[in-house]
């Protein structure tokens, strides 16, 4: 996911690059949010400072600057929602480095590694809490309370697809595969011009945008998962998702299309989480074609993702353009040595 943020990142770089105020607009939000956080000698002062001494890349709020301006939403309430959907991703952040145990962020210690698990983990909640301060501020501005509901339930849904990758069993089917992949993608790149759709009260894009971003969340996994069994996903090591039993849409074609004694066998090994036969399972993974299946399954899913997007306004496009152009360009690189 690091790696997508950063390709996103330089690709609205060179596409919002024609607008003087883009630089302006992430100044402002980024003002915002170190106003609103705890004051020197305040519990979470040092934490929360330490924390936004680098805002990072600021990709959902260029988003919803960007579509801000397009669509002509007030600026008050557009600078409190992206300030909204950042403050709910660095909380995330947060909270995900003391769950993965990761020491650094954004070239820096992480905020458990300096501070203390507790204090992460209080400062993560507070960042949620201002989060939703500031859509309901967003909300009234643009008498929108729907920003509201609509932050909550995309926080509902990622942490949901979060725990059903902590339960997936390798026996899930496809539609439990694609729903995990929509909610740990989707929410991602949705929530900014959701909301933005919104403020504008334009209720046919915020759903037409919604769908169209599950679809290419679905296929970007996908391609991700034939990348990883290629090597190519920026992981430590080829097909590690099979040695972490992660989900990942070539071990379950794999699997799918094996004969059921030779699916028990796989069972078995997969259950008993032992790494000693891994290379061989690997082996005959990239020998079969179930890379070959997930690939035709990722083209049709992005093929859905375009026609949505062909619904879209001029405007909404605009902004979803570059998204759109780099994640087909990931997922036809990943297929692009198969034969689909």
Not at 53 to 67: D, F, H, S, T
Not at 320 to 327: N, Q
Request: hydrophobic share 45%.
């Amino acid at each position: 996911m690091n790696e997508l943020i950063t390709s996103l990142s330089a690709s609205l770089d060179t596409n919002y690059s024609s607008s003087q105020s883009s630089s302006d607009d992430q100044q402002f939000v980024y003002n915002l949010i170190l106003s609103r956080l705890p004051q020197a000698g305040k519990p979470l002062s040092l934490a929360a400072a330490h924390h936004f001494e680098q805002p990072g890349k600021m990709l959902r709020a260029r988003m919803v600057m960007r579509g801000a301006h397009l669509l002509s939403v007030d600026n008050a309430a557009a600078v409190r929602w992206a300030a909204a959907v950042e403050l709910l991703h660095n909380a995330s952040l947060v909270h995900d480095d003391i769950c993965d145990g990761d020491k650094l962020r954004r070239g820096q210690q992480a905020v458990w590694a300096k501070f203390g698990r507790h204090v992460a983990l209080t400062l993560g909640d507070w960042l949620i809490a201002l989060s939703f301060e500031l859509a309901s501020e967003a909300a009234q501005i643009a008498k929108t309370p729907k920003l509201v509901t609509l932050l909550a339930r995309h926080m509902a849904t990622t942490t949901a697809g979060e725990a059903m990758e902590f339960e997936f069993d390798r026996k899930n089917d496809w539609d439990t595969y694609l729903q995990i992949a929509a909610d740990k993608t989707a929410p991602l790149l949705t929530a900014p011009l959701q909301g933005v759709a919104i403020m504008a009260l334009d209720a046919r894009a915020e759903m037409v945008v919604a769908s169209y971003f599950r679809y290419l969340g679905k296929a970007y996994q996908i391609a991700n998962d034939i990348l990883n069994f290629d090597g190519k996903d920026g992981a430590k090591s080829v097909g590690s998702d099979l040695s972490r039993r992660a989900p990942n849409a070539v071990t379950l074609s794999f699997r799918n299309g094996l004969a059921p004694g030779k699916q028990r066998e796989f069972d078995a090994w997969y259950e008993a989480g032992d790494n000693a036969a891994l290379a061989d399972w690997q082996i005959a993974i990239r020998r079969s074609d179930a890379m070959v299946r997930a690939g035709r399954c990722m083209l049709s899913i992005l093929d859905d993702a375009e026609t949505k997007a062909e619904s879209l306004s001029v405007e909404i496009y605009e902004v979803i353009s570059p998204v759109h152009a780099l994640l087909k360009r990931v997922c036809l690189n990943s297929v692009k040595h198969l034969k689909v």
